[in-house]
Each structure stands twice: as C-alpha cells, then as structure tokens.
C-alpha cells in the first residue's frame, strides 16, 4: 500500500469561554495566536470542536501554499516518491 497525501483548507472550530474574547483577539493581532494550535496553548478553558464544515475544505495549488507542495506520494516504506512541485 501506497500513501497520497492533499494538502487542503479547512475551517477548525475552537470554543472559547466569553470572558475570554478580548484576551483571544489582542492574541490574535500581535501575532500570538494564530491557528488552533496556539489559541489551546495560549488560553486557558477552550475546546477543540474540530473541523466545522467537512464542504468547506478545498484543494490547495503550489502557489497558494508559497511554491510549496501540495501532494506527496509516499512507497510502502514510507519514502516519498513524488511530489507536485
């Protein structure tokens, strides 16, 4: 068996306790919080709800990843074979 990697888009769902608003948006402009991961390392009492809207995942090119890659092929023992860049 082969593996194919797609890198996509999706939206995550982080709930957050009210309280907390302000502290997550100055968070979020100063650079500290930027994706899911930060925001559950950064404030205390969220919940990872998970990806919110399976429909709302796209394909990803390499030049909307920054001239990276966006599929990888891997062989039976894991050694990446190609990708699309």
Not at 40 to 49: A, Q, S
């Amino acid at each position: 068996m082969i593996n194919v990697d797609f890198k996509i888009t999706t939206w995550e769902r982080v709930s957050v306790p009210a309280e907390k608003m302000d502290e997550v948006i100055e968070g979020i402009k100063n650079g500290t919080i930027s994706d899911s991961s930060d925001l559950l390392n950064v404030i205390e009492g969220c919940l990872f709800e998970g990806v919110i809207d399976d429909s709302s995942s796209e394909q990803m090119s390499p030049d909307e990843n920054g001239g990276m890659d966006t599929i990888d092929v891997s062989n039976e023992d894991g050694k990446l074979v190609f990708i699309n860049t």
